[in-house]
């Protein structure tokens, strides 16, 4: 198993703020814990330079008016909404990390790599065709997946960021090429994702979402891809699998309340390549979304997710035992029943769309 790791240092320049949670050491600590493992001395890990993504690609998500809207204010400095703002530079930054999510996914088409993790910032699945929003510029995942779209029939989406992807949703929500599975703490930003929210059109049934209540561990994870997400798949039986690795579902977080640990998203992301070698020839592509822990989390939960990409033993994934202390305030017994509640739910919603539920 070979992995393509997509970066580019050009991701560290963008900051809004020196202590906004979205700030350059989100990349800048994971790639000193990556150099320290020498993860790009393996033979299976492939360091690969993201291209320019062109206003053309762009276009094929947002509108126009808010590419110029934000290519005018990216010169001078603007600002989206009270978590958004745009710094000067913006723009070209964000077109790079676009470009980064296409070049993963054309590096696994072209079979120079047999996955790849786009370690690419700013975020952007909370980027609707018309406006930014919440830390996201443009949806690199949806631009992603359009281009996909122009080669497959069927593309398969796993949003596990712990806010809710609510651009990504906007953007997919009437296709039924596109499946989209949301796990995400309820309630919190952006106050979407409930599970009534099940697409319409002929993409009726083709979002499926998954609340989890404050205090989600480990455990209720692999209860919802045993019991939701991998059934499911097995029915869409997609071409492709994208995953939007959301970061701040881990138990240091300080602007979410679960409890998943490094080890967890080392085990989440082993389930999705399993699920790709079996329904689509091992084609994933993972791509950064939030997580804002930059010291207890990031170096651990990326080096996680690249050790179960690349195949390698998981075993030794973990946090510092420094850390430890506040996942057992974190993680919530309690958190178990509900999240049993809101899997019946889901089930009894979407039985309608999926054989799968219906047992």
Same mark, same amino acid.
């Given at each position: 198993?070979?992995?393509?790791?997509?970066?580019?240092?050009?991701?560290?320049?963008?900051?809004?703020?020196?202590?906004?949670?979205?700030?350059?050491?989100?990349?800048?600590?994971?790639?000193?814990?990556?150099?320290?493992?020498?993860?790009?001395?393996?033979?299976?890990?492939?360091?690969?330079?993201?291209?320019?993504?062109? =206003?053309?690609?762009?276009?094929? /998500?947002?509108?126009? =008016?808010? $590419?110029?809207?934000?290519?005018?204010?990216?010169?001078?400095? !603007?600002?989206?909404?009270?978590?958004?703002?745009?710094?000067?530079?913006?723009?070209?930054?964000?077109?790079?990390?676009?470009?980064?999510?296409?070049?993963?996914?054309?590096?696994?088409?072209?079979?120079?790599? @047999?996955?790849?993790?786009?370690?690419?910032?700013?975020?952007?699945?909370?980027?609707?065709?018309?406006?930014?929003?919440?830390?996201?510029?443009?949806?690199?995942?949806?631009?992603?997946?359009?281009?996909?779209?122009?080669?497959?029939?069927? &593309?398969?989406?796993?949003?596990?960021?712990?806010?809710? !992807?609510?651009?990504?949703?906007?953007?997919?929500?009437?296709?039924?090429?596109?499946?989209?599975?949301?796990?995400?703490?309820?309630?919190?930003?952006?106050?979407?994702?409930?599970?009534?929210?099940?697409? #319409?059109? *002929?993409?009726?049934?083709?979002?499926?979402? /998954?609340?989890?209540?404050?205090?989600? #561990?480990?455990?209720?994870?692999?209860?919802?891809?045993?019991? &939701?997400?991998?059934?499911?798949?097995? *029915?869409? @039986?997609?071409?492709?699998?994208? &995953?939007?690795?959301?970061? @701040?579902?881990?138990?240091?977080?300080?602007?979410? !309340?679960?409890?998943?640990?490094?080890?967890?998203?080392? =085990?989440?992301?082993?389930?999705? $390549?399993?699920? #790709?070698?079996?329904?689509?020839?091992?084609?994933?592509?993972? &791509?950064?979304? !939030?997580?804002?822990?930059?010291?207890?989390?990031?170096?651990?939960?990326?080096?996680?997710?690249?050790?179960?990409?690349?195949?390698? %033993?998981?075993?030794?994934?973990?946090?510092?035992? #420094?850390?430890?202390?506040?996942?057992?305030?974190?993680?919530?017994?309690?958190?178990?029943?509900?999240?049993? %509640?809101?899997?019946?739910?889901?089930?009894?919603?979407?039985?309608?769309?999926?054989?799968?539920?219906?047992?």
């Amino acid at each position: 198993m070979v992995t393509g790791i997509v970066y580019h240092k050009k991701y560290l320049e963008h900051e809004q703020t020196p202590t906004h949670p979205e700030r350059k050491e989100r990349l800048a600590y994971t790639m000193d814990q990556l150099m320290e493992e020498g993860i790009f001395e393996d033979r299976d890990i492939k360091l690969i330079e993201p291209f320019m993504a062109s =206003e053309q690609d762009v276009l094929q /998500v947002h509108t126009q =008016e808010y $590419v110029e809207f934000l290519k005018r204010e990216s010169k001078k400095g !603007g600002f989206i909404d009270w978590d958004t703002n745009i710094p000067v530079g913006v723009f070209e930054i964000a077109l790079l990390a676009v470009g980064g999510a296409i070049k993963a996914a054309d590096s696994v088409l072209n079979a120079e790599v @047999d996955n790849a993790f786009a370690m690419i910032r700013p975020p952007g699945h909370h980027a609707k065709p018309y406006t930014g929003a919440g830390f996201c510029y443009f949806n690199n995942m949806a631009i992603m997946v359009k281009w996909l779209l122009k080669k497959f029939d069927r &593309i398969l989406i796993l949003d596990w960021d712990a806010h809710h !992807g609510d651009g990504t949703q906007e953007i997919f929500y009437n296709d039924n090429r596109v499946l989209y599975i949301s796990t995400h703490q309820m309630p919190l930003y952006p106050g979407t994702g409930f599970p009534y929210e099940v697409g #319409s059109g *002929e993409g009726e049934g083709y979002t499926i979402n /998954v609340p989890l209540p404050p205090g989600t #561990s480990d455990d209720g994870y692999m209860m919802v891809v045993d019991e &939701i997400i991998e059934p499911v798949a097995i *029915e869409f @039986d997609p071409d492709f699998i994208a &995953i939007s690795a959301g970061q @701040d579902n881990h138990f240091t977080d300080p602007i979410t !309340g679960l409890a998943l640990t490094a080890r967890g998203y080392a =085990e989440l992301m082993r389930r999705a $390549v399993e699920l #790709s070698k079996k329904l689509c020839k091992g084609r994933l592509v993972a &791509i950064l979304e !939030g997580g804002y822990s930059v010291e207890g989390a990031l170096p651990y939960t990326n080096l996680g997710i690249i050790a179960a990409m690349a195949g390698k %033993d998981l075993s030794c994934i973990r946090e510092p035992k #420094s850390y430890l202390d506040e996942l057992k305030w974190r993680k919530k017994d309690a958190a178990v029943k509900k999240l049993r %509640d809101n899997i019946e739910e889901v089930k009894k919603i979407h039985s309608k769309y999926w054989k799968c539920l219906r047992k």
